[in-house]
């Protein structure tokens, strides 16, 4: 009796699935032994059943080979995302060449050089944008001798006011003196009286 080919896709009636599962496993499990046998290869075998659980084949030890595996996707992911940058950092060095060529080929329009192959729309436009940039300049510099006036001023009020301020301490200074000196003053004049002598005889009226 010839044997059908089964289709591929899922058994929907529970019993068979199970059955099917169980044949298979036991198969694909005696197939990985004999993997290591014939060709003396490092096979390792995981099955998870639908119910969770698990199935496992190792012609060494499991985690060894389980960390060998992962130490060769390491390299090989690393290889793989040396190559990515690598790629992209190209793809950023040629835009980057681009532009610098766009503003090389800018800055030398600007300073008026190879003007003969520009039509009078291009020169039209390039006069306009070289306009709006006097412009800009000129608020710019506005702007700066605003500022600088501004800080002048300031320096200036806090200067009178520095000033006005010394001038009252010199002015209270100068009245704390004045009494002093009336003082010395009008003591000197008073010695001067009462030391004054007379020799000869009295006055007659």
């Known amino acids: 009796m010839v044997r059908g080919k089964v289709q591929l896709k899922r058994i929907e009636n529970t019993a068979s699935r199970q059955v099917t599962f169980s044949k298979r496993r036991n198969g694909l499990l005696k197939k ?5 046998v014939l060709c003396d290869a490092e096979v390792a075998l995981i099955i998870f059943s639908q119910k969770g659980r698990i199935y496992e084949f190792s012609s060494s030890n499991m985690q060894k080979t389980l960390e060998r595996y992962l130490e060769h996707t390491k390299d090989r992911n690393t ?13 950023e060095a040629t835009l980057m060449e681009k532009k610098i060529e766009f503003l090389e080929n800018s800055r030398r329009r600007l300073l008026g050089y190879n003007l003969g192959a520009y039509s009078m729309e291009e020169l039209q436009e390039l006069d306009n944008q070289l306009e709006r940039s006097l412009k800009n300049i000129r608020t710019r510099k506005v702007q700066l001798y605003n500022e600088e006036l501004e800080k002048l001023q300031a320096k200036e009020k806090f200067l009178l006011e520095e000033n006005e301020k010394l001038s009252r301490m010199i002015g209270l200074k100068q009245m704390d003196n004045v009494p002093e000196k009336e003082e010395e003053i009008g003591s000197s004049n008073q010695s001067t009286l009462v030391t004054k002598l007379f020799i000869g005889p009295p006055l007659t009226k």
């Open 79 to 91: 290889g793989i995302e040396v190559e990515q940058h690598t790629q992209h950092l190209k793809y």
């Open 32 to 36: 990985a032994h004999e993997l290591s």
